[in-house]
Nanobody, 127 residues
Framework: QVQLVESGGGSVQAGGSLRLSCAAS????????VAWFRQVPGNEREWVAA????????YYPDSVKQRFTISRDNADTTWYLQMNSLKAEDTAMYYC????????????????????WGQGTQVTVSS
């Protein structure tokens, strides 16, 4: 079974930056979608970025648009989340996710559509 392993979380002051990484252990996710979600205890898991590895399209909710950037390596085995201008409300556990299903010019933004998940990495932003 493929494993996804996140890294790069930590503590940063408001206005700072962090870069998260997610490495897939065995398979590549070419021609499908990879994504990042975040969750605060007591809240639902929230989608924050998605990338279509087939056409390169990227998608973000308004809450992180122009601050977060999702990208990938050429082999589609590792993807990244560059987070700039971080705010205290960005504090959460961040999870990477992936699906093998093919999507055209879109990616799902809801948790049930992703079948593979990492264990999470904590991001804490102090104000």
């Amino acid at each position: 079974q493929v494993q996804l392993v996140e890294s790069g979380g930590g503590s940063v002051q408001a206005g700072g930056s962090l870069r998260l990484s997610c490495a897939a252990s065995e398979y590549t996710f070419s021609g499908s979608c990879v994504a990042w979600f975040r969750q605060v205890p007591g809240n639902e898991r929230e989608w924050v970025a998605a990338l279509n590895t087939g056409d390169g399209g990227t998608y973000y909710p308004d809450s992180v648009k122009q601050r977060f950037t999702i990208s990938r390596d050429n082999a589609d085995t590792t993807w990244y989340l560059q987070m700039n201008s971080l705010k205290a409300e960005d504090t959460a556990m961040y999870y990477c996710a992936a699906t093998y299903y093919a999507y055209t010019r879109t990616c799902p933004t809801r948790r049930p559509y992703y079948g593979h998940w990492g264990q999470g990495t904590q991001v804490t932003v102090s104000s």
